[in-house]
């Protein structure tokens, strides 16, 4: 299966939660859908090359963070507390 933005949409849903109001839910997600992009592709081609020396016993992967980070948690001071104990 090919990838394009909409395509999580066809993968089957495990953890999905119940919004109280399914017309906000678009409108949040019609706004996310007109901001530019978190990563650039230049970044994103970066990451799959790091990932394939990971797999092919080339590198290590150090992967951190909560199970399940709330997005009010997600402030800058938070970020680099965690950053200096993975650094650590």
């Given at each position: 299966?090919?990838?394009?933005?909409?395509?999580?949409?066809?993968?089957?849903?495990?953890?999905?939660?119940?919004?109280?109001?399914?017309?906000?839910?678009?409108?949040?997600?019609?706004?996310?859908?007109?901001?530019?992009?978190?990563?650039?592709?230049?970044?994103?081609?970066?990451?799959?090359?790091?990932?394939?020396g990971v797999a092919a016993g080339e590198a290590y992967l150090l992967q951190g963070g909560?199970?399940?980070?709330?997005?009010?948690?997600?402030?800058?001071?938070?970020?680099?507390?965690?950053?200096?104990?993975?650094?650590?």
């Open positions: 299966m090919g990838w394009d933005r909409r395509s999580w949409r066809s993968f089957p849903i495990q953890q999905q939660p119940e919004y109280a109001d399914p017309a906000a839910l678009e409108v949040a997600l019609g706004v996310l859908a007109e901001l530019p992009p978190l990563v650039s592709a230049g970044e994103i081609r970066a990451l799959r090359a790091r990932l394939a909560d199970c399940a980070e709330r997005f009010i948690d997600c402030s800058q001071k938070a970020i680099e507390s965690k950053l200096k104990v993975l650094v650590q």
